[in-house]
């Protein structure tokens, strides 16, 4: 028990260098048609409904935090999937239309495995020293399954409300 609250530390920290600023994550979708502003206002919609999931009594504490903490969640998750989703000549409004018909109706088993399946475009576009050997998963540590288990905890938390909101 005395170990639980430094390895909570460690893995915490260790964590927070996988997750990336807005700044970041609007660079590169700035480097894609369309730019960034589409997937941006799409996760500015959903982070302000964050504050609604949480208990009444912590809502005026810690608030404007969790809006800001699922912005760049969603930024984060949303950048790599609509990257992946489009097609040579598709915008980025276009390719964030493509993520939300795709993830209509999907159960959580369904966004679990999505997930996984864009784990690989994760690491290529923001873990950088993977960045040479994008796609490369023949190494398998403890720091890469931290990586794995942070990434799929974000992207099941931001996947869940555009699934359930798409159309």
């Not at 999505?114 to 490369?136: K, N």
Request: net charge negative; with cysteine; charged share 25%.
């Amino acid at each position: 028990m005395k170990s639980l609250l430094p390895l909570s530390l460690i893995l915490g920290f260790g964590c927070a260098n996988f997750a990336m600023r807005v700044e970041h994550t609007t660079a590169e979708l700035d480097r894609l048609p369309g730019q960034s502003d589409p997937v941006r206002a799409a996760c500015r919609d959903q982070s302000e409904a964050a504050v609604g999931r949480l208990p009444i009594q912590l809502r005026s504490e810690t608030g404007p935090r969790a809006t800001e903490a699922a912005f760049v969640d969603c930024m984060d998750v949303m950048s790599v999937l609509v990257s992946v989703a489009m097609d040579s000549g598709d915008t980025t409004d276009e390719g964030l239309g493509a993520v939300r018909n795709g993830l209509a109706g999907l159960d959580s088993e369904s966004l679990t495995d999505t997930c996984d399946e864009h784990y690989p475009a994760w690491q290529a576009l923001w873990v950088q020293e993977r960045r040479g050997r994008s796609l490369d998963m023949n190494t398998v540590d403890d720091e890469s399954l931290a990586r794995y288990d942070f990434w799929m905890q974000r992207c099941r938390r931001v996947l869940r409300p555009v699934a359930a909101a798409a159309p």
